[in-house]
Every structure is written in C-alpha cells, then in structure tokens.
C-alpha cells in the first residue's frame, strides 16, 4: 500500500438483520414491540502501512434456514464491500476482532469444499485472550453466541494472537478491554492527523445505546457495560471523537454530546 492512502478509512455494510426490539432495549419502560433492523459495520482502514480491518461481519458459513431465524440479507457481502474500494481479501494484513460472537467474527473465516479457511489469507487477527477463552468455554447461556469455525481454523493455523487490556496494534491503533457485553469484549480507538476514532462494537452498538440507561439481552452484565460505556463515552465527548456504531443502519458515524 502507497502511503498516499494513509489515514484513509470507510465504513463497510455486510448487510443487516432483524430482532426482537425489546430484547434490543433492556431497561425501557415500555419496551418496543416487533422487529427492528440492525445493521452489520465494519470498519476498513489505511494506516502505519497497513490494510486494516475491524470486525468481520457475520460472513457467508450460514445455511439458509439458519439465516432465516435472524431475517439477514446480504445484498453486499463484506468482499463486495472491499472491492468498492479496490481491496482483495488477500490485501488485509491485519484483522481486530472487537469479541468473538457470530455477527462479528463469522466472515473471519470461509468454507472452502469440506474445510474452513482463513477469508483474508495474508492477515494476522487480533482478539483478546479473555475472549477467546469465553469462546471456547461458553456459559451455558453464550452457547449460541459464539459458533467454533469462526476462530478454531484462525488458532490452527497460528495466526489468531491474544491482546490483554490496552495492546498497540499499529502507531496509532489500541485496543483496550472493555467488558460488559462479552468478558474480552474490545473497544478500537485510532488516532489519526486531524481527528480519533472510537470503534465502539457492542459497548455502544447503536445511538440509543449511547447512555447509561438502555443494555440488550444480549450483554453478559449490565453494570460492568455501563461502568465502561461510561469512561469511554466521557472520553469521545471530551476529545469530539467520531464514535463508529457497529449495528447502526443509517449515521453509522456519530459525535456525542
């Protein structure tokens, strides 16, 4: 990669999915009813000389009946997504995975005939170790929340490696613990000339997540999340950071306060 792409990022759709909404707005009075969309971001960067991507999406191992539970649609399919801007899977370098669950680790890995490989053949992934232990180790209740194939083939072939709290990825791209929903849940700040990043994953998945009020079904502990969404919310305001949101369907970008 040229320099000249340097600091260049873009925010990348595989597609969208459907669940309940109340699930979605745990500690609302009166919890929606129905189904609401979400969509499924990730985030394509250039930097330090790098292609850079975070989270993978919920990727293409599905069969149909599986799809059909969450409603998904794909109608661009993160290689698709890549291609827009003119990048092959075997360019990314380095992945992030923010946690491990199905809808952001899934595309990580492809079936190919009877196996699963790696997606981006030529990328070292990064997760943290908290992580990928809950993973392979699920509570009773995370059973679904995570499926093997999306990291087992990353660990065999030696090229999934563990973070630990704060862990500079490139100059200027840090992940640091931030639990709640999942125990090695992730955060990604990225520091570039004029602006930083905050790659929130499901800390703050949507606006309406943005506070102190509303979790999902979904989230391991609802007081860690808030302790953490907290500093990292006060964090963004403070710095006017761009906040990056994971299952936003429209204005994935946002600045608090």
Excluded at 207 to 215: D, G, R, W
Aim: contains cysteine; negative net charge.
């Amino acid at each position: 990669m040229g320099l000249s792409r340097d600091g260049e990022y873009h925010i990348l759709a595989d597609g969208w999915m459907k669940i309940d909404k109340s699930d979605y707005a745990v500690g609302l009075a009166n919890a929606p009813k129905g189904r609401m969309l979400l969509g499924l971001n990730q985030l394509l960067l250039f930097k330090a000389g790098k292609h850079i991507l975070i989270d993978t999406g919920l990727g293409d191992k599905w069969n149909r009946d599986e799809l059909e539970l969450l409603d998904y649609q794909y109608p661009r399919g993160l290689n698709a997504e890549l291609a827009k801007h003119n990048v092959d899977p075997g360019e990314i370098d380095i992945v992030i995975f923010t946690h491990l669950h199905y809808d952001h680790s899934g595309g990580g890995t492809v079936r190919a005939d009877n196996s699963v490989a790696p997606a981006f053949p030529n990328a070292v992934y990064y997760v943290n170790g908290k992580e990928l232990q809950a993973a392979l180790h699920p509570a009773p209740d995370r059973l679904l929340d995570y499926r093997r194939e999306d990291f087992v083939p990353l660990m065999e072939r030696g090229v999934l490696i563990e973070t630990s709290g704060d862990f500079e990825i490139v100059p200027g791209v840090t992940v640091h613990h931030a639990p709640g929903h999942s125990p090695g849940h992730q955060v990604v700040k990225i520091g570039l000339e004029n602006e930083t990043l905050l790659f929130a994953g499901d800390l703050i998945s949507t606006f309406s997540h943005a506070n102190l009020n509303v979790t999902m079904i979904y989230d391991d502990d609802r007081e860690t999340i808030f302790h953490h969404r907290k500093l990292w919310i006060v964090a963004a305001i403070e710095g006017h950071w761009k906040v990056i949101l994971c299952h936003a369907i429209r204005n994935p970008i946002v600045i608090l306060g």
